[in-house]
């Protein structure tokens, strides 16, 4: 061993470190090491790898839950990026750190933990002119999306044009529809929104990704 302390090391020393001023700053049994505390703060609490949801630079991630005796998922714990990640070697923005949100928050008064109320698990729809969203099944929103983008193009689609000579040309453009891709898409799911948005012809093609 050459005496260099890497990354990981670096960490694991500066977390021990941490718990140790922890206990000794709260008062309490100055007896109990710093792995007994570090041990009871992570019992029954599993590491699992992934990928951040949010942007296409595709972070490793570390997702520490808590499971019960039957291996049943409790609560997400914590979530850090993961150092064994070539992309993003341990490092991770706010965002992709703030990832458990998705998922839990505490109950200010009672501290209970819960569901995000914030997070909408099923598709919301919203009747033009009305003031109120229902809550929708997927099948229902899958052939509404379609319908209506069927009949936007079919209404507003341009097959042929005539130039200034007067020959005609092919165009097959689609001036009613515009579409915005999104920094979560990856090359392949990126490549796929553009192949259909070519075949319906539309010209107006975006992203909100400037990363
Ligand atoms: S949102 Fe942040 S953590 Fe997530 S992939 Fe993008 S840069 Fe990485």
Redesign the pocket.
């Known amino acids: 061993m050459n005496g260099k302390v890497n990354r990981r090391q670096f960490i694991k020393l500066g977390g021990a470190t941490m718990a140790s001023f922890a206990v000794l700053d709260l008062g309490f049994d100055t007896t109990v090491t710093a792995a007994q505390v570090r041990e009871s703060r992570i019992k029954g609490i599993k590491p699992i790898t992934t ?9 490793g ?1 570390v997702v520490f839950s808590e499971t019960d005796a039957e291996g049943n998922f409790v609560r997400v714990a914590s979530v850090q ?1 993961d150092p064994d990640n070539p ?2 070697e341990g ?7 703030a ?1 458990f949100n998705m998922r839990e928050v505490y109950d200010p008064q009672t501290g209970e933990q819960m569901i995000n109320p914030k997070r909408i698990l099923k598709p919301m729809y919203r009747a033009a002119g009305s003031d109120k969203w229902e809550e929708k099944e997927w099948d229902w929103m899958y052939e509404e999306i379609a319908k209506r983008v069927k009949e936007t193009r079919d209404a507003g689609f341009t097959h042929k044009e005539y130039l200034a000579d007067g020959s005609e040309a092919i165009v097959n453009r689609n001036e009613r529809m515009a579409a915005i891709g999104g ?2 898409l990856d090359n392949e799911e990126a490549y796929l929104q553009s192949k259909l948005c070519r075949a319906l012809g539309i010209l107006y093609l975006e992203t909100q990704a400037r ?1």
């Open positions: 990928v951040c949801p949010f942007c296409a630079s595709g972070c991630l990026g992309i993003n490092n991770a923005c706010a965002k992709g750190s990832m920094s979560c990363i």
